[in-house]
Every structure is written in structure tokens, then in C-alpha cells.
């Protein structure tokens, strides 16, 4: 089992950055390809971005392509998004998911993991 927890968020005007990071508690964070995904008001909870358990693969929304980047820091036991050129629509809540599997399925959006409560992005125009 693994806690996970979203930190990073907030408000910043369009064009800026933000990088989101993604605590995990529990020994076996190598065992788990890591995501994140997005809500915002209205919509349904959307893929972003994937990695492998090695950081070996990854995955992203055409959305994000070219824009964000996952990123994993197994001796901290995180996973970052960085997050350029940000967009009005990319305001949503970010969540970040850990599972026991390919990266690849987490990008396909139906699993079984890990999810932490989210944190909150708002871009500004």
C-alpha cells in the first residue's frame, strides 16, 4: 500500500510554471508507475501524464505534450510534474495515482491504484 500526497499548486498568470510534486510514503515506490491526471469544475478527471516504475517511459495528453514534463526521484520517493507555458485551461485540481503496472495503462485511464487528494492549479489570463 502507498500514500500518496500533491504539493506545488497555485495560482500563477498565463505563460508562468509551476512544478507539482508527489510525495509517496512506504518502502516499495519502485514497484508503482505514477501519473497524474486534472479536474476542473464541470469536467471529468483527464490523464496528463505517466511514468515507469524506472522512469524509463513515459507518457503524456496531447493537451500537455511539449509543455509539461513527469519526471521521478526514487531516492525521494517523488514524482514531479513541471509545468511551462500554462494555459487558462489548464486550471484544474491535480491528482496524482500510483499502480502496480505499466505506465502505458495509466495513460489508458482505467486502473486500480493509488490516488492522493489532489491540489489545486489556477492560471490566470
Known amino acids: 500500500q502507498v500514500q500518496l500526497v500533491e504539493s506545488g499548486g497555485g495560482l500563477v498568470q498565463a505563460g508562468g510554471s509551476l512544478r507539482l510534486s508527489c510525495a509517496a510514503s512506504?518502502?516499495?515506490?519502485?514497484?508503482?508507475?505514477m501519473g497524474w491526471f486534472r479536474q476542473a469544475p464541470g469536467k471529468e478527471r483527464e490523464f496528463v501524464a505517466a511514468?515507469?516504475?524506472?522512469?524509463?517511459?513515459?507518457y503524456y495528453a496531447d493537451s500537455v505534450k511539449g509543455r509539461f514534463t513527469i519526471s521521478r526521484d526514487s531516492a525521494k520517493n517523488t514524482t514531479y510534474l513541471q509545468m511551462n507555458s500554462l494555459k487558462p485551461e489548464d486550471t484544474a485540481v491535480y491528482y496524482c495515482?500510483?499502480?502496480?503496472?505499466?505506465?502505458?495503462?495509466?495513460?489508458?485511464?482505467?486502473?486500480?491504484?493509488?490516488w492522493g487528494p489532489g491540489t489545486q492549479v489556477t492560471v490566470s489570463s
Open positions: 512506504g518502502r516499495t515506490f519502485n514497484s508503482y508507475a
Open positions: 495515482a500510483a499502480y502496480v503496472g505499466r505506465a502505458s495503462t495509466i495513460a489508458g485511464g482505467t486502473f486500480r491504484g493509488y
Open positions: 511514468i515507469s516504475w524506472n522512469g524509463g517511459s513515459t
